[in-house]
């Protein structure tokens, strides 16, 4: 094979950054949009949060496909548990069956998720089920490449009875400041807001992400930065 048709070939990777936070009244998820197949970048503007239930939504890292799997196959034995109770599953039982599922596969699988939503018994819970299938409920889980760039600065950012809007103003510049120092996170930030009172999904492009240090600002084409740059010659 060539070797430059190696990366091609290369399963898809989301090399990502995923963040689930709760706050005063219910929690917050966000999500990076990069997919990596080797070196490529396979999708630029995936959507790594996905939904299981009304209430409950899953963050996705690591393998694509087995990311999607588990996912599909979680959304239908909660569809069944509704049946049978004749109400929606709660926060704690998806984390379960996502935790049991891992576990059970983990010679298998090569995924970290974050399960976040909200039920009218515990309100707002985010729970990490990281590779291998362990469960741990925490007010608020990073996981994927870019989570390696981010606990110190949670560590100092989090705190306790955040507001709705704190909370998503929090996690979209985690996500952008992950974007800013790992290679394979990047794209637009996606946010799921999940509450009593529903639903809310935020779409932030890239364009409209703070910039960090070192970074270029957004551009149309390599054009543009050649364009701008001075044309005088380099003297040593």
């Avoid at 689930?20 to 917050?28: A, K, L, Q």
Wanted: hydrophobic fraction near 35%; include cysteine; aromatic fraction near 8%.
């Amino acid at each position: 094979m060539d070797p430059s048709m190696a990366d091609l070939n290369a399963p898809h990777s989301m090399g990502t950054t995923i963040i689930g936070v709760t706050y005063d009244g219910g929690v917050v998820l966000g999500a990076d949009s990069r997919t990596s197949t080797g070196m490529y970048v396979a999708n630029r503007a995936s959507d790594k949060i996905t939904q299981l239930t009304d209430n409950v939504y899953l963050c996705r890292s690591g393998s694509a496909a087995d990311s999607q799997v588990v996912a599909d196959y979680v959304r239908y034995h909660l569809h069944q548990h509704t049946i049978s109770l004749g109400q929606p599953a709660t926060v704690k039982v998806a984390a379960n069956i996502v935790r049991q599922i891992s576990y059970n596969n983990k010679n298998m699988l090569q995924t970290g998720m974050i399960v976040g939503g909200w039920d009218k018994y515990e309100g707002g819970k985010i729970y990490g089920v990281p590779l291998g299938g362990t469960i741990i409920e925490q007010p608020f889980a990073i996981g994927g490449s870019g989570s390696s760039y981010l606990y110190g600065f949670f560590d100092q950012a989090w705190k306790e009875g955040m507001t709705k809007d704190e909370a998503e103003k929090l996690v979209v510049k985690a996500v952008s400041l992950a974007i800013a120092r790992d290679g394979a996170s990047g794209g637009v930030v996606r946010t799921v807001i999940i509450n009593s009172e529903g639903v809310t999904r935020n779409f932030y492009p890239g364009d409209s992400l703070p910039l960090w240090h070192e970074e270029l600002e957004p551009q149309n084409s390599l054009l543009d930065i050649l364009s701008s740059s001075s044309s005088e010659p380099m003297v040593t």
